[in-house]
């Protein structure tokens, strides 16, 4: 099944299984759908809580806060991710900080999808990974997804938490297969983590690559390369919930060198904050600092074969590993 | 659709209206009195001149319409709870504030009334909750009151628009005081409330009363036809007698005169003057204790905090 | 202020008028031909019925004029620079293209012209540019074309606001093609672009014709009057041939029917034949050439790219 | 002199000196001065380009990109640094954006003024740090406000980058005096950075606290009681640009105890961008990580002793140090 079905099918259930749901968006709506389809056949199954708005993402935004602080649940499309800048303060301001800032705590049911990510020649304000820029907001959680979590168990989680979410979506994922992976490869769930290694490759892995949902066919790539060409043996984990990072269940699946994949451009990136964890756990066990691997500190151009060179990929994810290990 | 109301003699208010306007007005008043002796940190906005505001609408909103407020909202707060120990506990961080003291004077939250700090925000999430309240709780609606110069903030207009193209439960209640912080409203504000209202085919009342039940009657007949889903503004000619928060007034002096002369208060006691001292007294007096009892009390503390 | 302007027969264009319209059509048809054959990547809004619009307003703006563009600007960009090559190479990719490649269709800048991809967001900074202009070289304005969808973003009223406070000389153009994307007018605008303008106490002007000579003289004196700071909303009634961006055409039949029969191509085409087929092929065949042309350069560089 | 009147007379300094220089923002004309006073008597000696807004941050940042983009210098005041979030679109997809989406680079010559952080009671809303939300954006520079550095320097060196700046000045500043440190320290620049030491502590510093400058009184209030309580001598390093940071002037002022101490709540902070700049650099020469002191995760909240709580103080920075050595 395509992450994008799996997506689609995890609204259609939320719609389905809960009655204060209400999905609301930019061209939401059947036929259309969605831009990235997404939604479709939801207002058509749910006419009355699947609602098609202007664009003004501050305002659906504060409309999917207004929804939870009824007691709904509230799930919001930001067509492009890159737009969530226009309902930062909603997010910041108001819904982040209404879960706490009335001195008793105030539970939110409500994320924020956001279609993230570049390689598509989409252009640099339709291309970008955000995540780094919401890290770090009282009361506001960040979840990313990945073809190892269903979006149905993820959403579920979020909706938990009591707090509003971001969810962020590498678009280059709705095309892709859920779960599968080539044989080369043994994945397994502990808990929240997705835990992927070279099928027997015996010893413990060389080194283990963290990378949320959106890296894993480019992580994957990088790990075959490296077992192909330099004998290397990676393994990934890959998290659904961003932050806050439960970083203990990390820590039984670490060795001595330690990398974190992401798409974000340089600078302040959300790896730096996993380094930042790690490093006061793991001090002495490790080999050297938590490499970080991300795309360059640049603006995501339009053309393909400038966008290759910004963005970070398989290439230099293996380019990190071998370095990190061969020095 | 816009009418002028007028009132050149105020008239008879019920004495626990009369009793609310009076609350409000010597609780702000001691709050000033309070931050000048330096007994509160922070800062705060009184509504001293539109204390009438909240009062007048009491009687048109009912449990289950929700409120927002905003940075001048201790009006609001008291017109809806008549709590001043709750409310001075939260401006003071004592045991029994509303939120523990963690929002203070700009950020209150309890059942269906909530304020925030930072201007326009809560129009959308109003509109959120009028959207709510039209699919779940027909006849109930969402009230918004906010500033002037709040129509700065593109956030109104978004929310304007899904509040006429969603035919929700929104009355939006302008308080026009004729300026923002220091800035008087023809210098930020291009054209009218009225007409930014007709731009998304919104009904627009204007009320430049100050006498509690006029008002209440003229608007009697719109506010029911917001819970039908006919969005609402209703707006104020009003004054800010005070400061803008502390101490920060620099408007000339015709201007805050102006204010004096619109004042409620002393048309009230020119018109009404032995309801107006029968009762004045004794909130004052009342008002004067419940500042000594909450200045009494303990700090503040926050349950469930993370800290 | 609002008159409705209307042509049956279509006027005869100036020699240049037509070849830019027509080369403005061929190339957005060329356009989409490549997408179709997978010779582009990434995506592309094409201007497809609305080419009149920009064409219409070259002859009343000026060089020093500021002109922000949006997603839809193909049309803006040749009618300002009539530079197929330059906006070719740009959306492919290759060398001479005007940024490089690394902004592509929605992103371009030269001179004074400027285009981006989020929807609003350049009404704040031509207000920005306007308050220079008038400061600074008097006379001159900038011009900022939005759809009717643009008008859910609040950007576009704290700029009126703004425009009409500080009276900026700011040409707002608005293409109302009655879609956004998927989305009809009437289910994401509440009331009209004339009743948004009036609020703000800014001057509205609704063109219905789509003939360029009779539009430049309706405009001229009001367009005059923005330069001597007068704010303007001209609302240009428009229709979106082709797909909001590329084979994502869900609308009804007859609405894409309407859009036809309004289509100025078509129209002049019966109303001048001889003048339209004298031009029609020879500019088809010269964007043939450009496509050949561009398409066989080597990729495009990006000079001081901090990769 | 205060740091309220140098700021002053600096934006004063740019005005008369850079005849296309513009201050604008809410409530900032005279006789008001702004909301903090910071640009008392600036439209009475330039009423042309002192320019009072409406209540609409991302417009009126969007106007001081506007007159950036025709050739002028920009500055602008967000009342509240809080309300900055309204104008994250502008920042992060319009200004920084521009400086080189359009394969050219296009300088701007933008200064964003956010008046930051707590202490002061203001609540929830108007007393955050918001400075790690901007790391790692391209084409924007973020600087910090500080004691020890001029602040018409400052605004020489962010207008000469020509890209668009955020300042960020905490408010408890603006009453404190430049310069002046008392005679227990010596205080001497090093380029860009400003090099606090205890006076004749002859032997080299036990432990260095990186800090921006709003943190200054709070590190040397630690300074003083480590060295008198623990006989600890620490070094304070204020650099004025926070991102991108130069991290070679840092270099050589370090040794094996590195501390980052800001006021930002916990997660995603900018010590944590440092700290990984640090890690890539000193690993071998470092005791242990470079330690992050910040905030409590939490909203701040308006009552005195609540806020006390959660922000990062004299307190909170002297247990840190003292643990980072001590154990
Ligand atoms: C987004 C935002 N910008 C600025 C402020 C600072 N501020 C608080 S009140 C105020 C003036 C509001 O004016 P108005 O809406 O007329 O309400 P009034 O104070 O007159 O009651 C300002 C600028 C804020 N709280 N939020
Ligand atoms: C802030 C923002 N939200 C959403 C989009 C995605 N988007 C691109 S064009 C478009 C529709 C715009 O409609 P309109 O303004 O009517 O212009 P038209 O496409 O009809 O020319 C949308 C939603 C965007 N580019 N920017
Ligand atoms: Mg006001
Ligand atoms: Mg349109």
Redo the contacts with the bound molecule.
């Keep these: 099944m395509r992450v994008a079905e799996n997506l689609n099918a995890a609204l259609h259930g939320l719609l389905n299984d809960d009655h204060t749901a209400y999905v609301l968006g930019e061209d939401i709506l059947d036929p259309y759908g969605g831009a990235f389809k997404i939604t479709k056949g939801l207002s058509t199954r749910f006419p009355e809580r699947v609602i098609g708005t202007p664009i003004s993402e501050g305002a659906l935004t504060g409309v999917a806060a207004g929804l939870a602080l009824a007691g709904n649940t509230a799930v919001a499309e930001i067509m492009f991710g890159d737009f969530v800048a226009l309902a930062f303060d909603q997010l910041c301001n108001f819904a982040g900080k209404s879960v706490s800032m009335y001195g008793r705590r105030l539970p939110l049911r409500m994320v924020v999808r956001c279609p993230t990510g570049g390689g598509r020649g989409y252009g640099p304000t339709h291309s970008q990974s955000l995540q780094k820029h919401f890290v770090g907001m009282p009361g506001l959680s960040l979840y990313e997804m990945s073809p190892f979590h269903d979006n149905r168990a993820v959403f579920a989680a979020m909706l938990e938490r009591g707090e509003p979410c971001v969810f962020f979506e590498d678009k280059v994922l709705y095309t892709r297969q859920m779960e599968r992976v080539d044989p080369l490869f043994l994945m397994r769930r502990d808990g929240d983590l997705a835990v992927v290694d070279i099928r027997d490759a015996g010893h413990r892995p060389d080194c283990v690559v963290i990378a949320p949902g959106g890296m894993v066919h480019r992580v994957l790539g990088a790990m075959r390369s490296l077992m192909m060409e330099e004998e290397i043996s990676a393994r990934l984990l890959v998290p659904s919930r961003l932050y806050p990072l439960d970083v203990d269940t990390l820590l039984p699946h670490l060795g001595d060198v330690v990398l974190v994949a992401e798409e974000s451009t340089a600078g302040g990136t959300w790896g730096s904050e996993v380094a930042h964890l790690l490093h006061a756990r793991l001090w002495d066990r490790l080999r050297g600092p938590v490499r970080l691997v991300h795309s360059r500190d640049s603006v995501i151009p339009t053309a393909a074969h400038l966008e290759n060179e910004v963005l970070a990929g398989e290439s230099t994810i293996h380019h990190a590993v071998r370095e990190a290990l061969r020095g | 659709m816009t009418e002028i109301l007028d009132g050149l003699r105020l008239s008879r208010l019920a004495d626990d209206d009369l009793e609310l306007l009076l609350l409000v007005r010597h609780f702000e008043l001691k709050l000033l009195e309070l931050y000048g002796r330096g007994d509160l940190n922070g800062t705060t ?1 009184t509504c001293l001149g539109q204390e009438y505001v909240p009062v007048a609408l009491r009687s048109l909103l009912g449990p289950a319409d929700h409120v927002f407020s ?3 909202g201790h009006g609001h707060y008291l017109s809806r709870f008549r709590d001043p120990h709750g409310l001075l506990a939260e401006i003071m961080g004592r045991e029994g504030a509303v939120c523990g003291g963690v929002g203070g004077s700009q950020h209150i939250h309890r059942d269906r009334y909530m304020s925030t ?4 925000e809560s129009m959308p999430v109003a509109a959120g909750v009028a959207l709510h309240l039209k699919r779940s709780e027909p006849g109930t609606l969402a009230c918004v009151h ?5 129509w700065g ?1 593109g956030a109104v207009y978004e929310a304007l628009n899904l509040a006429a193209l969603w035919r929700l439960p929104l009355l939006v209640v302008v ?1 026009n ?1 004729g ?3 220091s800035t008087p409203t023809a210098s930020q504000m291009a054209g009218t409330v009225a007409g930014r209202a007709a731009a998304f085919g919104i009904a627009h009342r204007l009320v430049v009363s100050t006498d509690v039940n006029e008002i209440r009657l003229s608007l009697e007949r719109e506010i029911a036809r917001v819970r039908e889903g006919q969005p609402l503004v209703v707006e104020f000619v009003t004054h ?1 007698l005070g400061p ?1 928060s502390k101490g920060d007034d620099i408007r000339p002096a015709d201007v805050v005169q102006a204010a004096r002369e619109n004042d409620w208060y002393a048309r009230y006691a020119h018109d009404h003057p032995e309801h107006f001292h029968r009762l004045d007294g004794v909130v004052k007096a009342e008002v004067e204790a419940v500042a000594d009892e909450v200045a009494a009390r303990p700090l503040s503390r926050w349950e469930g905090s993370c800290v």
């Design positions: 906005h905003n940075h001048r700090g930072v201007q326009g906010i500033g002037d110069g709040t903030e308080e005081n300026i923002a912080q800010r803008h």
